[in-house]
């Protein structure tokens, strides 16, 4: 009987260090602790999302509570305005001086900010962000990282009378060549 226990323990033994030495069942146990890495960094990738919306939330919710100061534009300023601006300097290929192009301009404002929408043949060809003082407009128009062409657009307006806007508008092609353009808005309609 003695002998029979010794042989169940050792077979017993042997069994275990046989399956220790599985191959297979390392590969298994290896491509189980892969997948469960990954899955902790989904999860993590996951939780940092959940933790910037409810930042995002929080500041929204935060916002609120504070007085929000919206800006708009004056009613003698808001609204469509037809553009002729005419190139005056270049040494840009993409513009001659003299070039003539005309546009409608549109002064819009939501709880963002202040924007200038330029409109070619009922398409909106760009959207500026824009300050404003008692004294000039100013625009901004930079493209995205994708275009082709860096293109930088700023202009400086100032009011002449109630429906003449007049400035400078400056633009930028891959910060290697600049041109100037005269711009002169005219009222288009009446808000």
């Given at each position: 009987m003695a002998l029979y226990k010794y042989l169940l323990v050792t077979l017993v033994i042997l069994s275990l260090f046989w399956g220790c030495r599985d191959k297979e069942k390392e590969r298994?146990?290896?491509?189980r602790e892969q997948q469960i890495l990954?899955?902790?960094k989904e999860f993590a990738i996951k939780e940092a999302d959940y933790q910037s919306?409810?930042?995002m939330r929080d500041s929204l919710l935060t916002r609120?509570?504070?007085?929000?100061?919206?800006?708009?534009?004056p009613e003698d300023i808001a609204g469509l305005w037809?553009?002729?601006s005419v190139c005056r300097e270049s040494n840009c290929s993409d513009y001659v001086i003299g070039d003539q192009r005309s546009n409608t301009w549109e002064f819009i404002s939501d709880s963002t900010g202040l924007y200038t929408?330029?409109?070619?043949?009922n398409k909106v060809v760009r959207v500026f962000s824009a300050k404003f003082d008692s004294t000039s407009i100013r625009l901004h128009y930079a493209s995205d990282t994708?275009?082709?062409?860096?293109?930088?657009?700023?202009?400086?307006?100032?009011?002449?009378?109630?429906?003449?806007?007049?400035?400078?508008q400056t633009a930028g092609i891959d910060k290697s060549c600049t041109a100037k353009f005269s711009i002169e808005l005219n009222r288009l309609t009446n808000r």
């Open positions: 298994e146990l290896d491509l990954a899955r902790e919306l409810l930042h609120r509570d504070t007085a929000i100061i919206i800006q708009r534009w037809n553009s002729k929408r330029v409109i070619n043949n994708s275009a082709s062409k860096n293109l930088e657009l700023t202009v400086e307006l100032t009011r002449d009378n109630k429906n003449l806007i007049k400035g400078m």
